[in-house]
């Protein structure tokens, strides 16, 4: 069969059920190749095909992974490599504390390594199968201590990310402060003070500043509830100074504060804070920036969500609406303006119009007692 083979010489049959045979390990050989073709066609035409939910169950996991106009709120995955040291972990703790309920964690350890190829397919191999654009990995090195790395996805693919190196002198987890906690799934409000995360050129300090943002915005609300309003996590970057970039730079410092309330004798109540952790204080690491062309389309924004601008409505500096009213061409002539005795004309048209300029006509009253003279022109 080998020599039929080389030669060329099998039947149309016989070539068919080898390709059948071999449909699993498509070949190519110049004496069936019709056949291989087809076979390769079939099969790539399998592998991108929509895949058909079978019941309803599986018909919400899909709707619910589909991409929608109004996103979902944004959950976090956090994952731990192999050599993630004890401080790392807890850090990782207190952060899926304040993330929760829209956080996953995994329990077993990761040997990955998130800026290689093989560690970012896995990763977004855990984005697409938990449904999860946030990332947070954790691993300690002599080289990179207390290591923590924050991804975000676009399409479950890496979008960018950077690295953060915990100071374990100054960590203070959640458990170590024994002030009262926030209540699981609020809100907080986020201050980011420093020029740092200023800067008109992206670097490290902003893109931190628009990773936190998406990692505590939760779920979108038109109305906010002001007793919601429990707590406050504050980041903090000092100018960078001329030795600093050896260093890592302006370090970051994180501080988590519980907002209180209490009685001031005015309409307004006396707003006070207190630390309620975790603290941390990173140094910037590694970073990968977006690619221009995913980014621009990770923040193009669908049809049919922007307000439609009403005509001549308009919004000032200020914040006030002015409104522009178009009215029709008037009529000067017929508009009434207020009666002045001083305005109004003789009682007696002239009628003779003849003469110069210059000419005075007498105009005699029937009274006889007054005489008013008019110049014609």
Do not use: W
């Amino acid at each position: 069969m080998s020599s039929n083979l080389s030669r060329g010489k099998m039947s149309s049959r016989e070539q068919y059920h080898m390709t059948y045979n071999y449909s699993r390990q498509v070949r190519y050989h110049p004496a069936f190749p019709h056949h291989t073709r087809r076979i390769a066609k079939t099969t790539s035409q399998l592998h991108s095909a929509i895949i058909t939910p079978r019941n309803a169950r599986s018909k919400r996991a899909l709707e619910k992974k589909a991409p929608h106009a109004i996103e979902n709120p944004k959950t976090a995955l956090f994952l731990r490599g192999s050599t993630a040291s004890a401080i790392v972990q807890s850090a990782m703790t207190d952060l899926y504390t304040l993330k929760r309920p829209l956080a996953k964690k995994f329990s077993r350890a990761n040997a990955l390594h998130p800026f290689e190829a093989e560690g970012s397919a896995s990763l977004e191999f855990f984005s697409e199968k938990n449904d999860t654009s946030l990332l947070v990995f954790g691993a300690h090195s002599k080289k990179r201590p207390h290591c923590l790395t924050f991804i975000r996805t676009f399409d479950h693919k890496i979008l960018d990310m950077f690295e953060l190196y915990l100071d374990p002198g100054t960590f203070r987890s959640l458990a170590q402060f024994k002030s009262a906690k926030c209540a699981v799934g609020l809100k907080p409000m986020l201050l980011f003070a420093g020029t740092p995360f200023e800067s008109p050129t992206p670097n490290a300090y902003t893109a931190a500043k628009s990773y936190f943002v998406d990692f505590f915005a939760g779920a979108d609300t038109a109305q906010i509830d002001v007793e919601a309003l429990q707590y406050m996590i504050s980041f903090m970057a000092a100018e960078e100074t001329e030795g600093g970039q050896e260093h890592g730079g302006a370090r970051i410092h994180m501080r988590v504060y519980m907002i209180r309330t209490k009685r001031s004798g005015q309409r307004l109540p006396r707003v006070e804070v207190e630390e309620m952790g975790p603290r941390m204080d990173f140094r910037i690491g590694r970073v990968k920036e977006a690619d221009e062309k995913v980014m621009k389309e990770a923040l193009r924004k669908p049809r049919g969500l922007e307000a439609r601008p009403k005509k001549n409505i308009e919004t000032d500096l200020v914040g006030d609406k002015v409104g522009r009213i178009h009215l029709g061409r008037q009529d000067l002539g017929k508009l009434q303006t207020r009666k002045m005795k001083g305005l109004k004309r003789a009682r007696e048209e002239v009628g003779d119009n003849e003469g110069d300029e210059d000419d005075v006509t007498m105009v005699d009253v029937e009274d006889d007692v007054d005489v008013r003279i008019k110049r014609v022109r």
